[in-house]
């Protein structure tokens, strides 16, 4: 990233998928000493996504042009030209022209990481974006009663009235015996000193990068300081009566060790916007014991809500003010380890 600084970057790498991830990656972009690399969930089976997936049997664009719109210098008049959709034509109907974009350098390269590449380099972006996995997957819910829910789109818009809680969530290889991680992904891990995840659905957009085999496992071998976003609504089908406290748990159990630190909103939206996400059976994330919260982890807690959203979400700008100073104590911290080893420079 940019730096008028001679002071090295500090390295992170952020998990995640869906629209939390563009949030969080617009919240870090312009921040002066961080090299981000941005990892990608690749289980995406909705909307202009899945059609994709289904009809060419590609890699899903969507998550990652969320990424690539996000760290682009020209994301304002990218995201107006990228995320319009076609409404003429049989086929190119209900697809977005970024899709279309990256699925057409994916073909003609013959390799979906080479054509992000060139999807990322035509639109000047700063950082770097792997997905977690280049194997084609999908992934499987299995439900307190015992069903079994199969793809992303099926879990994260549940039919009917009720459903069962999540009991477990796996990936199922489509061409081989098991996922394989992205090379790239865990040697960023393994060399990173912050892993920010989050916001984002928890089983449909976090949790599926810690299915692939060699990423939970580097992840627990890693020095990274370790950094959730919570969520600020709870979401029908996944994290029903989820509070805080469960979130950290599920998160923690597909990780393999503790969090470091948590990021957690304390504005509770208008009682509007709670009554509209109650008639959709999702409330806001509460917190059981803040003391013991803050006792356990370094807890951040401030307003990110986006206030001039139709919607309840994270506001770039407020999560930029206060996941930013966490990050910059980490950077001065490893400065000072490195002078009084007598390395620097």
Do not use: W
Not at 277 to 304: C, F, H, P, S, T
Not at 317 to 331: F, I, Q, R, T, V
């Amino acid at each position: 990233m940019r730096s008028n600084s001679p002071q090295r970057p500090l390295s992170i790498a952020t998990i995640g998928g869906g629209s939390g991830h563009f949030v969080l990656l617009s919240a870090l972009r312009d921040a002066d000493h961080l090299a981000i690399s941005a990892i990608v969930s690749m289980t995406d089976s909705g909307g202009s996504t899945g059609r994709l997936r289904d009809e060419l049997g590609i890699l899903p664009p969507g998550d990652i042009l969320k990424c690539v719109l996000a760290l682009s210098p020209y994301r304002e008049l990218a995201r107006k030209l990228l995320l319009k959709r076609f409404t003429k034509g049989k086929r190119l109907s209900g697809h977005s022209a970024g899709n279309m974009l990256l699925t057409m350098l994916s073909q003609y390269s013959g390799s979906f990481s080479e054509g992000i590449q060139g999807l990322a380099q035509m639109l000047d972006v700063e950082g770097e974006i792997l997905p977690v996995t280049i194997d084609k997957s999908t992934l499987v819910a299995e439900l307190t009663s015992g069903e079994r829910i199969f793809g992303e789109s099926a879990i994260d818009l549940p039919r009917g009235d009720q459903r069962e809680k999540i009991a477990n969530v796996f990936l199922v290889p489509h061409h081989a015996e098991q996922v394989r991680v992205y090379p790239p992904v865990i040697e960023r891990i393994n060399t990173v000193e912050a892993i920010v995840l989050g916001p984002g659905d928890l089983f449909t957009s976090i949790i599926p990068n810690l299915l692939v085999p060699g990423v939970k496992e580097a992840i627990k071998s890693s020095k990274a300081k370790l950094v959730y976003v919570s969520n600020i609504m709870t979401k029908f089908g996944e994290t029903d009566g989820y509070n805080l406290e469960h979130f950290i748990s599920d998160l923690e159990h597909y990780l393999g060790r503790p969090l470091d630190a948590v990021v957690v909103n304390n504005h509770i939206p208008s009682d509007e916007m709670i009554a509209n996400y109650n008639l959709e059976r999702a409330q806001v994330v509460a917190v059981d014991d803040l003391e013991a919260i803050g006792n356990k982890y370094q807890l951040i807690y401030a307003d990110l809500i986006d206030e001039d959203s139709d919607i309840v979400r994270h506001d770039s700008e407020k999560l930029a003010n206060a996941l930013l100073p966490y990050l910059s104590s980490l950077d001065s911290q490893t400065l000072s380890l490195v002078k009084a080893s007598g390395t620097e420079g």
